[in-house]
């Protein structure tokens, strides 16, 4: 019973620390880039965890994994990849067309970038060149309330990047990018600034509100759950001191 006590604070400690050490959740880029000449060209990008039950926890597919990933696994997972984003997010051009991106994947890093590192993350890149159909004056896209990971919504217009970009979560559509201007059709919102939550949180009646959820206060950010898990490991320290010693 000596190393009871040390044992069972450790695994308090690491039940504690694990869940901050997870990986960020995966989300899906969608990036597309305007010519004046009409010319399109689509980019997907999907980390292979998405696939997984808990893409939370998965490990990444390194550029060390798929140099030993058998070819036939790899044409799996694209076709994983093919499946995947049918179910996620839908393309869509103003005046309405059905459009149906023919995507060729590649495994690449992130934002298209080459593999170079053994520790490199894996991507699935797919990609789709195509000229826009006569008559189109706006391009969206929509995540589909089929999908579980937010989708990112990124443009490019002459060379140029648009300034705005967007984070959809599952059934959210994003902006219009207008064809002929390329410039978004409706204003950004207001960014969230301190005094932006201060009003809020004002106007609520409740500026010092805790969050149900979380346990956190404007000020205090994760104080109370860090203070209850450290709390928690000393008395069940001393509790077993106390049963050893009596």
Request: proline residues 10%; charged residues 20%; hydrophobic residues 40%.
């Amino acid at each position: 019973m000596k190393n009871t006590a040390p044992s069972l604070c450790l695994l308090a400690i690491m039940a504690f620390i694990v869940p901050c050490l997870a990986h960020p959740l995966p989300d899906v880029a969608v990036r597309a880039h305007f010519e004046k000449n009409g010319d399109w060209m689509l980019q997907v990008e999907i980390d292979p965890r998405s696939f997984q039950p808990d893409p939370n926890v998965a490990p990444y597919l390194t550029n060390a994994d798929l140099g030993v990933t058998p070819a036939e696994q790899q044409e799996k997972l694209k076709a994983a990849a093919r499946e995947y984003v049918q179910k996620v997010v839908e393309v869509v051009l103003d005046p309405v067309v059905e459009v149906k991106p023919d995507l060729t994947w590649e495994f690449t890093a992130a934002e298209n970038a080459p593999l170079k590192l053994p520790e490199d993350p894996v991507m699935l890149t797919g990609t789709w060149r195509t000229k826009l159909p006569a008559g189109s004056t706006g391009y969206s896209i929509k995540a589909l309330p089929t999908g579980t990971l937010s989708v990112l919504y990124h443009n490019t217009a002459l060379g140029k990047k648009v300034e705005r970009y967007q984070i959809l979560f599952p059934g959210e559509t994003s902006y219009v990018l207008d064809l002929i201007t390329f410039t978004p059709r409706t204003k950004a919102p207001p960014p969230i600034t301190a005094e932006s939550l201060e009003a809020a949180n004002a106007a609520a009646g409740s500026p010092d509100a805790m969050c149900a959820w979380c346990g956190t206060t404007p000020d205090r950010g994760y104080m109370l759950p860090t203070l209850a898990a450290v709390t928690g490991i000393v008395v069940l320290v001393t509790w077993l001191r106390r049963k050893r010693t009596a």
